[in-house]
C-alpha cells in the first residue's frame, strides 16, 4: 500500500514545485520591467508610474489651427487698430466664452510653461508691457486681414525638472492649449481720429501690398477721437476658422 501511495505524492509534489517555480519567474520579470521603465524614464530608478506619467513634453506650447482675423472698414473715415507691443501686425481682441474672458495670453510677463523650458526670454503680452505697439489706420473701403493660432493658455503645475536653469520653478505656469471648440462672441475696441501736437496729421507708412493699411508711429501722434466699441462677432471656434468685424465708424 505505501508503495503504490508514494508516486502520486511525489507527482504532486513536483508539479507544486513547477507552479511556485513559474510564479516566482513572472514575479521577478515583473520586477525587472519595473526597473527599467525607471530607468528609461530619469535615469535614476523612477517612480514606475510608467506612460500614464506626465513629460515634459506634455506642457509644451501648443499650435492651434490657424483662424483669419479681419478688421473691414465700412465706414466713410479711417479708423485706428492698436496692437500688442512687439508683433506690430497684430491688432487686439477679446474672446468671451459664457460671458467670460478666455486667456489668451499669460497673465504676466513670465511667459508660458514651453517658455520656462528654455533660456530664451518669454514674449510680454501687450498689457504687460509699458506701451501698446504701432497704430494701424485702415482707410475707407479697406480690409486688414491676419493669421491668429487659435489657442488659450490655462494654469498647471508643471513638474520642477522641466524648468530651465535660467528660470524659477514656480507652483504654477502659464500652459498653451488648443483653444475647445465652442460658440464664443469676439470684442474689441478702435479710434477714429489721431492728430500730431502741431495739427498736421500724422505720417503713415505702409505695411505691405495691402491698399490702404498703414502704421502710424504712435509716439509722434495722440489720440483724439476716443475709443469705440468694435461689433460684437458670434463665431463657433476653432472650426468656423475666421473672425470678422465689419466697422462702421460713428
Known amino acids: ?31 525587472c520591467a519595473k526597473t527599467l521603465d525607471g530607468d528609461a524614464g530619469d535615469g535614476n530608478g523612477g517612480s514606475g ?6 513629460t515634459c513634453d506634455d506642457y509644451a506650447d ?19 487698430l492698436s496692437t500688442f507691443c512687439n508683433v506690430p501686425n497684430r491688432p487686439s481682441f477679446t474672446l468671451l466664452r459664457d460671458g467670460s474672458e478666455v486667456r489668451l495670453e499669460p497673465t504676466e510677463c513670465e511667459g508660458t510653461c514651453g ?7 518669454p ?8 506701451d501698446l505697439g504701432p497704430l494701424l489706420r ?10 491668429w493660432e487659435a489657442t488659450e493658455v490655462e494654469l498647471s503645475e508643471m513638474p520642477a525638472d522641466c524648468y530651465d536653469s535660467s528660470k524659477t520653478a514656480e507652483n504654477l505656469c502659464s500652459r498653451r492649449v488648443d483653444l475647445k471648440e465652442g460658440a464664443f462672441v469676439a470684442v474689441g475696441s478702435y479710434v477714429t481720429r489721431v ?14 501690398p495691402v491698399a490702404g493699411v498703414c502704421e502710424v508711429d504712435k509716439e509722434s501722434c495722440y489720440l483724439t477721437g476716443g475709443d469705440q466699441a468694435l461689433p460684437e462677432v458670434e463665431v463657433e ?11 462702421v465708424p460713428p
Open 1 to 31: 500500500m505505501i508503495a503504490a501511495v508514494l508516486p502520486s505524492q511525489a507527482r504532486r509534489v513536483r508539479k507544486l514545485a513547477v507552479t511556485l517555480s513559474g510564479v516566482l519567474g513572472l514575479l521577478t520579470l515583473a520586477a
Open 49 to 54: 508610474a510608467g506612460s500614464a506619467a506626465p
Open 62 to 80: 501648443a499650435r492651434g489651427p490657424d483662424v483669419a482675423v479681419r478688421f473691414r472698414n465700412d465706414g466713410a473715415e479711417e479708423i485706428y
Open 115 to 121: 517658455d520656462a523650458q528654455s533660456d530664451a526670454a
Open 123 to 130: 514674449y510680454c503680452p501687450a498689457f504687460d508691457c509699458a
Open 138 to 147: 485702415i482707410d475707407p473701403g479697406a480690409t486688414y486681414e491676419f493669421s
Open 195 to 208: 492728430q500730431t501736437p502741431n495739427g498736421m496729421g500724422c505720417p503713415c507708412v505702409l505695411t505691405g
Open 237 to 247: 471656434l476653432p472650426s468656423a476658422g475666421v473672425i470678422e468685424f465689419a466697422i
